[in-house]
């Protein structure tokens, strides 16, 4: 009966500390709205890795989970890509995303979006620890456009699997591990 007990102890003490790693380290989130598409659908379920971003600094083209600004007055998390990184100055223009960093402009390739923005945009420097996140649905995404970026305390984690639906299901295109 000891040998029960003490097996039945271990397999909960066991249970108890995977349950723990598993919610410190990847959380889901469900894509709201279409600002993510063709990359994401309105539903879809994500598995977010909350510990990447302890390893190295977050990267152009991440698709991020974040909490969004108070003054956009949310309560659900945004996901977006990053564009723009700390330094780097952000321009939108006949339809291409350029950056600009140290003296030097680059146009930014995006294979992932279908339908260039119909829009011109002039940004600021990004701040120090701050990303400039823009939706892959150029045309209809609450964005950094809107004078806003994610700070890096604020971001919950990088997108890291598709669960939903399951015609979906596998790792997230600019997935790479660390």
């Given amino acids: ?14 249970a108890i500390v995977i349950f723990f790693l598993i919610q410190a380290t ?4 469900v894509v709201v709205g279409c ?5 994401l659908d309105d539903g879809q379920r994500l598995l977010i890795n909350k ?3 302890m390893f190295h600094e977050p990267e152009r083209g991440d698709i991020i989970v974040f909490d969004p600004p108070d003054s956009l007055g949310s309560e659900n998390d945004f996901i977006k890509r990053i564009i723009g990184l700390p330094g780097e100055r952000i321009e939108i223009k006949d339809g291409v995303v350029y950056i600009h960093q ?15 923005p119909r829009y011109d945009f002039q940004g600021e420097v990004i701040p120090d620890n701050e990303y400039f996140v ?6 209809n995404s609450n964005d950094s456009r809107g004078g806003w970026t994610v700070s890096r305390e ?15 299901w596998g790792l997230m295109p600019n997935y790479s591990l660390p």
């Fill in 1 to 14: 009966m000891k040998t029960y007990i003490r097996e039945v102890l271990i397999t909960l003490t066991l």
């Fill in 26 to 29: 990847v959380d889901s989130s």
């Fill in 35 to 39: 600002s993510m598409e063709p990359s």
């Fill in 51 to 53: 510990v990447v971003y």
């Fill in 102 to 116: 140290d003296g030097q402009v680059s146009p930014l390739d995006e294979p992932y979006i279908e339908d260039p």
């Fill in 134 to 139: 823009l939706g892959d649905n150029r045309n």
């Fill in 154 to 168: 604020d971001i919950v984690g990088k997108a890291w699997l598709s669960i939903w639906p399951l015609a979906e």
